[in-house]
């Protein structure tokens, strides 16, 4: 059973930056496809940003320009850098991680078997 632990959440002002990690264990990740979504409340979960094992990459409109998602395979690490928050970046983040995701469904959470236990991302104006 993978395991995901997110990281790297906090509270920052407008316009700042922060770095989430998301950890996979025990076994590779570096053949799944691997996302970051968000969720604000009773919202539903909102894809923000994708890979691929091949590294190509797809955004959420709304973030683009603002977010990279990014890996680092030889240590099994997931990674979204955010900068240029802004308030409406505030949710709970999650990564996920599943080795059967189609490019047209990247985004979409009911995609992913393996979920994290979430970090908590406030912006404040």
């Known amino acids: 059973q993978l395991r995901l632990v997110e990281s790297g959440g906090g509270s920052v002002q407008a316009g700042g930056s922060l770095r989430l990690s998301c950890a996979a264990s025990p076994s590779s990740t570096s053949s799944y496809s691997r996302a970051w979504f968000r969720q604000v409340q009773v919202k539903e979960r909102e894809g923000v940003a994708a890979?691929?094992?091949?590294?190509?990459?797809t955004y959420a409109d709304s973030v683009k320009g603002r977010f990279t998602i990014s890996t680092d395979n030889s240590k099994n690490m997931l990674y979204l850098q955010m900068n240029d928050l802004i308030p409406e970046d505030t949710a709970m983040y999650y990564c996920?991680?599943?080795?059967?995701?189609?490019?047209?469904?990247?985004?979409?959470?009911?995609?992913?078997?393996?979920w994290g236990q979430g970090t908590q991302v406030t912006v404040s104006s």
């Open positions: 890979t691929k094992r091949d590294g190509s990459t």
């Open positions: 996920a991680a599943d080795p059967f995701v189609v490019w047209s469904s990247l985004l979409r959470p009911d995609q992913y078997k393996y």
